[in-house]
């Protein structure tokens, strides 16, 4: 039977790092390590200690720690772009800001009208041509 790290005969090892606070250390992992390298050494220990409830416990919330802090990095360093483009917007020159109030989308009424009378003139171009042959 296997006896290592700590393991007693007929019982499930017990994981050595329980207690450890890093939660890089714990996994066994660098700190650089990839979100893929990092789920795999998670993976690893889980199926090395799976009959021990403290220590799988304890692999799970040193995981958890480290990819919600790689969540909480990667929504931190998101981009705002329509911030961005406000802002430049308005730091624009007032010739820049009048073209771009020109060139900007009418209201989404205008759209949903237009839309329906293109499908409209579409059918009736349709049912025209079915009844009196080819345009062309």
């Known amino acids: 039977m296997d006896t290592s790290f700590g393991g007693r005969v007929g019982h499930p090892p017990v994981y050595p790092r329980v207690n450890v606070w890093d939660p890089y250390k714990r996994l066994e992992a660098s700190k ?9 050494a998670r993976n690893f220990l889980i199926q090395q200690y799976a ?13 958890e720690k480290i990819i919600m802090k790689s969540f909480r990095e ?7 772009l329509k911030s961005k ?9 007032s010739w ?9 989308a009418p209201p989404s009424e205008v759209i949903i009208r237009r839309a329906c009378l293109f499908v409209l003139i579409g059918v009736w171009s ?4 079915v009844e009196g042959g080819s345009a062309f």
Do not use: T
């Open 32 to 40: 650089d390590a990839s979100e893929e390298e990092i789920q795999e």
């Open 51 to 63: 009959g021990h409830e403290r220590s799988v416990e304890s692999i799970e919330a040193a995981f």
């Open 74 to 80: 990667r929504k931190r360093s998101k981009i705002n």
């Open 85 to 93: 483009l406000k802002k430049k917007v308005d730091e624009s020159p």
């Open 96 to 104: 820049v800001r009048g073209l771009i109030n020109f060139i900007e």
């Open 126 to 129: 349709v049912m025209n041509s």
